[in-house]
T-cell receptor
Framework: ETGVTQTPRHLVMGMTNKKSLKCEQH?????MYWYKQSAKKPLELMFV???????ENNSVPSRFSPECPNSSHLFLHLHTLQPEDSALYLC????????????????FGEGSRLTVL | AQKVTQAQTEISVVEKEDVTLDCVYE???????LFWYKQPPSGELVFLIR??????QNEISGRYSWNFQKSTSSFNFTITASQVVDSAVYFC???????????FGSGTRLQVQP
């Protein structure tokens, strides 16, 4: 099993669809992250979960809804997306220390490439 | 605010050439970590190195080496005898002081031609 697994790898959806991205980590970490990577833009941090509690939400539109049911799984629920939401969505995990802070060493999945028509 | 500048947007070299990727950072923290990550075409970012701001010794790992100079706020990355498999986007992360999450700059795309 690879460390961080993301499914699906590719997703095409219409603006009225509802879909979900899934991330699973097999590293025993206690923090998980969603990043967005658009063409010609830097990686953007979207959400951070530490010990299953959302500790950071970087002004992400409500059409993106994260869920972290346990420390090994992270979802990103998508609904009524816009074409500009087309991007590579990367999940990462790490071992957070006290106060939800980390060492900065992240382990990434291969990403889910989303296309919104 | 923590900030990093990777002035080289894209670099193209021929296999076996040495290549240096520049990284200049800004921070007001006295203690921080610096990172390099690699993003191959497959998509996932791969951790390469973490350097504590107190440790200014250069580090070498195989064909990779890092030159940390606190006086010039630079943390440059050199690949010796580059190979096609080194083709990727390389990210130098802004100085990390133990916040909840790491952020990234715009990266440098390295293309190694056979």
């Amino acid at each position: 099993e690879t460390g961080v697994t993301q499914t699906p790898r590719h997703l095409v959806m219409g603006m009225t669809n509802k879909k979900s991205l899934k991330c699973e980590q097999h590293l025993g970490h206690n923090a998980m992250y969603w990043y967005k990577q658009s063409a010609k833009k830097p990686l953007e941090l979207m959400f951070v979960y530490s010990l299953e509690e959302r500790v950071e939400n970087n002004s992400v539109p409500s059409r993106f809804s994260p869920e972290c049911p346990n420390s090994s799984h992270l979802f990103l629920h998508l609904h009524t997306l816009q074409p500009e939401d087309s991007a590579l969505y990367l999940c990462a995990s790490s071992q957070a220390t006290g106060g939800g802070r980390g060492t900065g060493e992240l382990f990434f999945g291969e990403g889910s490439r989303l296309t919104v028509l | 605010a923590q900030k990093v500048t990777q002035a080289q947007t894209e670099i193209s070299v021929v296999e076996k050439e040495d290549v240096t990727l520049d990284c200049v950072y800004e921070t007001r923290d006295t203690t921080y970590y610096l990172f390099w990550y690699k993003q191959p075409p497959s998509g996932e970012l791969v951790f390469l190195i973490r350097r504590n701001s107190f440790d200014e010794q250069n580090e070498i790992s195989g064909r990779y080496s890092w030159n940390f100079q606190k006086s010039t706020s630079s943390f440059n990355f050199t690949i010796t005898a580059s190979q096609v498999v080194d083709s990727a986007v390389y990210f130098c992360a802004p100085p990390y002081g133990g916040r909840r999450a790491l952020t990234f700059g715009s990266g440098t795309r390295l293309q190694v031609q056979p």
